[in-house]
């Protein structure tokens, strides 16, 4: 039986039109459901990373992996498990604004989440949660019973723990 695992995709790419589309075809026609995606620049200018977030057995995030690649705008694609990178997610809750002078309880929530509040207004309050799925996740829970009026979360961010040389495949590709 082939065992299924938490996967984190990076792709290294350059900013063209379509990529998106092209890259989430790959795994639409793989049958595989992404669980969190992110694109944003990277270390290296004028070149984007997306972090793309999946559940699925390793020999096939390899089949994706080398589909991937031979997209001519992808430099080059990884993958890793959890325990390879360092990841967080990062979650803005809008909360109702009574809540916040009415229940000491709310503020007890907010500091022991390591949350931050980061704007409020009469109507409603704004707080902000970087972490793990199941610490923003768990906030979300103990927020709820307070009116939760709007919640939104990244997708996964991550750093791998060793070197990825991107860098290096850059300068051989030239």
Same mark, same amino acid.
């Given at each position: 039986m082939k065992k299924v695992?938490?996967?984190?995709? *990076? +792709?290294? =790419? &350059?900013?063209?039109?379509?990529?998106?589309?092209? +890259? *989430? /075809?790959?795994f639409l026609k793989r049958h595989l459901s992404i669980d969190s995606i992110n694109s944003s620049p990277c270390e290296i200018e004028d070149i984007f990373r997306f972090v793309i977030v999946l559940k699925t057995e390793e020999e096939l995030i390899k089949k994706v992996i080398t589909q991937l690649e031979k997209q001519v705008e992808v430099i080059a694609a990884f993958y890793h498990t959890d325990v &390879? =990178? +360092?990841?967080? &997610? *990062? /979650?803005l809750y809008k909360v109702k604004t009574e809540a916040l002078f009415q229940k000491k309880k709310v503020h007890t929530i907010i500091k022991n989440s390591h949350a931050s509040i980061v704007m409020v207004s009469p109507e409603y309050f704004v707080i902000e949660k970087t972490g793990k799925r199941e610490e923003t996740e768990k906030l979300y829970t103990d927020l709820a019973p307070f009116g939760i009026l709007q919640f939104v979360r990244s997708g996964r961010i991550s750093v791998t723990k060793e070197p990825m040389r991107i860098t290096e495949i850059l300068e051989k590709n030239k």
């Open positions: 695992k938490k996967f984190t995709v *990076s +792709i290294y =790419t &350059e900013n063209n039109l379509g990529l998106l589309n092209r +890259i *989430s /075809a790959i &390879e =990178t +360092i990841f967080q &997610e *990062s /979650a």
